[in-house]
Nanobody
């Protein structure tokens, strides 16, 4: 059974940090690329960061230098999104996804349930 379960969202002040975690079933983690998307009401879901099964990463321009995606290969099932220097415009529901990366884009096949991140003073 495919499962992606996010955690780590919450309320943070501008300039603060949060780390999101996504626990994936082992079969997913082993064979798929992983990514983090975000969505605000009324907008399309956008790719924020992605990491291949081999560890190559790419980021949306809006988060470069502030967000870091990583895979915990020791645990073999966890993908993280470390978010720093957060801005109010980072407020969104963040979704973990598994799929295929091609260049700077990703075709997601599986989704998590999402976790809310709110950046506000």
């Amino acid at each position: 059974q495919v499962q992606l379960v996010e955690s780590g969202g919450g309320l943070v002040q501008p300039g603060g940090s949060l780390r999101l975690s996504c626990v994936a079933s082992a079969s997913i983690f082993r064979f798929f690329d992983m990514g983090w998307y975000r969505q605000v009401p009324g907008s399309q879901r956008e790719l924020v960061a992605a990491i291949t099964s081999g560890g190559s990463t790419n980021y949306a321009d809006s988060v470069k230098g502030r967000f870091t995606i990583s895979r915990d290969n020791a645990k073999n099932t966890v993908v993280y999104l470390q978010m720093s220097s957060l801005k109010p415009e980072d407020t969104a529901v963040y979704y973990c996804a598994a799929g295929r990366i091609s260049g700077a884009s990703m075709t997601p096949g599986y989704w998590g349930q999402g976790t809310q991140v709110t950046v506000s003073s």
